[in-house]
């Protein structure tokens, strides 16, 4: 099957779900003009796919030429299937730290903060992610693809169920508390995520998982409750002094302002 039509079906499919249920199931009312950082969501989303195809090599480029000329550890070692999971998880730790470090590095937080201003949070937001920090995301999950040997159906299927977790987890979803406590031992779901976009900088800087909460419980970053309940945690960042920093396209200048 194509790799292409493999990302973008299962793109459509997890952003239409996840769009649905928030419509259907939202954890808070939804603002107005909600719709105006909807579409600077999703036109921004456009941007950073046109960008990626004129990139000179991408992850899953990068796998199969390491597995072609057997590059990186795994390739030394037979482990079978074990590869998947070992190199998912293994990308899975280094987006976590990635994350982390953008926090930390006031030059890489001004790029993230982009993807944190958004005032409140729906599936479009895990898409805003600056141009920029996706490049860089993108070189950082190359280099350890290189060092790692990891094959490329482990990068594709990681890729796609990160795309998809990002949309899940930043939904504006209101998942019944019994099925909540049962998910949020293995996912990242929306409520966890929600404490990391609030504008409490201790809650900021916790949950930086975007898949499993392992890392964040192993690491001491994570936060099973913010300061207030979920539907009382103020999401966002100060606000812009005008809007138009943060819709499309002055978001994209936000960073440097
Ligand atoms: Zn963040």
Redesign the pocket.
């Known amino acids: 099957m194509d790799v292409s039509l493999i990302r973008s079906g299962s793109f459509i499919g997890v952003f239409l779900i996840c769009m649905i249920l928030q419509w259907i199931i939202p954890s808070r009312k939804f603002e107005k003009d909600r719709w105006k950082y909807m579409v600077s969501n999703i036109v921004l989303v456009v941007c950073n796919n046109l960008i990626l195809l004129l990139m000179p090599l991408v992850p899953y480029q990068a796998s199969i030429y390491a597995n072609n000329h057997s590059i990186g550890l795994l390739n030394l070692f037979d482990i079978g299937v074990s590869e998947l999971v070992v190199g998912f998880f293994f990308l899975d730790i280094v987006i976590y730290f990635q ?1 982390r470090v ?2 930390k590095v006031p030059l890489f937080w001004r790029l ?1 903060s982009m ?2 201003v958004d005032p409140m949070l729906d599936t479009t937001s895990g898409l805003r992610f600056h141009p920029i920090e996706i490049i860089l995301s993108n070189f950082i999950k190359i280099i350890t693809i290189l060092v790692l040997g990891i094959a490329p159906a482990t990068v594709l299927i990681f890729e796609v169920v990160l795309n998809a977790l990002s949309m899940f987890n930043h939904s504006n979803l209101n998942i019944p508390e019994p099925l909540e406590r049962v998910l949020n031992k293995v996912l990242i779901t929306p409520a966890l995520h929600t404490i ?1 976009h609030s504008i409490i900088i201790k809650e900021t800087q916790s949950n ?1 998982g975007f898949s499993v909460p392992w890392w964040d419980k192993i690491f001491g970053t994570f936060y099973a409750k913010g300061k207030y309940p979920q539907a009382k945690i103020h999401i966002g960042m100060i606000p812009m002094p005008e809007e138009k920093y943060s819709l499309f396209p002055g978001m994209l200048v936000q960073p440097f302002l």
């Open positions: 994350h953008f926090h993230h993807h944190h990391h930086y």
